[in-house]
């Protein structure tokens, strides 16, 4: 089972639309992160939350924290082509910080 | 901005042969971690270093080795490759242990045929 499940798996949709996707999880986490993965390229860091609560704005994407620390959203308003890509939410683990994964949202927004 | 550099970009290897794969992580970083992303899944932790020493270790297979150098470039040195292996191998880098921030390499796309 996975630590972090993330939804939806796929979401294809028009440019100028809006969308959230979700990271869920039973577990507590002191920080999330979100990453942005184009294909045949590393993931690359889009925010950390660490505050329950916590929302975050980067231009058209806003990041949410869950009161509670268990889930986070990503809201993208009025989606271009350019935000195509696999979405990851990601937690820290262990003393030297290693990345745990979800499966990711595979975003694609047709022009 | 520097960037990770991962090398070689694409390698191709048949079963039972050996590979190496070498990363040069951002200008005073001196942490490195390795990840493995098969086809359609999400990148899963191998193994990281921290100042030359192994810090962590994840689900890598005893037939992989990996080391953190004097420059703190790494290499993952992978033996008896299996069709299994196939897949792109991340490196990422930290500016210190216990950081938020990780930036990865392009990463390896390594195929075994």
């Known amino acids: 089972t996975q630590l972090l499940e993330q939804s939806p798996q796929f979401l294809s949709i028009q440019e100028g639309e809006n969308l959230t996707v979700y990271c869920n999880s039973s577990?507590?986490?002191?920080?999330l992160q979100w990453y942005r993965q184009e294909p045949g390229e590393g993931p690359v860091l889009l925010v950390t939350?660490?505050?329950?609560?916590e929302v975050k704005k980067l231009k058209r994407l806003t990041f949410q924290f869950g009161d509670a620390r268990k889930d986070s959203s990503l809201h993208i308003t009025a989606a271009q082509p350019g935000d195509t890509g696999l979405y990851l939410c990601?937690?820290?683990?262990?003393?030297?910080?290693?990345?745990?994964f979800g499966a990711g949202t595979r975003l694609a927004v047709h022009p | 901005a520097a960037g990770v550099i991962q090398s070689p970009r694409h390698l191709i290897k048949e079963k039972r042969e050996t590979a190496t794969l070498k990363c040069y992580p951002i200008?005073?970083?001196?942490?490195v971690y390795w990840y493995q992303q098969g086809p359609g899944q999400d990148p899963q932790f191998l193994i990281s270093?921290?100042?030359?020493?192994?810090?962590d270790k994840g689900s890598i297979p005893d037939r992989f080795s990996a080391q953190q150098f004097s420059d703190y470039h790494s290499e993952l040195n992978m033996s008896s490759l299996e069709l299994g292996d196939s897949a792109l191998y991340f490196c990422?880098?930290?500016?210190?242990?216990?950081?938020?921030?990780?930036?990865f390499g392009p990463g390896t796309r390594l195929t075994v045929t």
């Open positions: 990422a880098s930290s500016p210190r242990a216990g950081a938020y921030e990780q930036y």
């Open positions: 577990s507590v986490f002191s920080s």
């Open positions: 939350v660490v505050t329950g609560g």
């Open positions: 990601a937690v820290l683990s262990g003393g030297y910080n290693k990345l745990i």
């Open positions: 200008p005073r970083h001196d942490t």
């Open positions: 270093f921290y100042e030359k020493m192994q810090s």
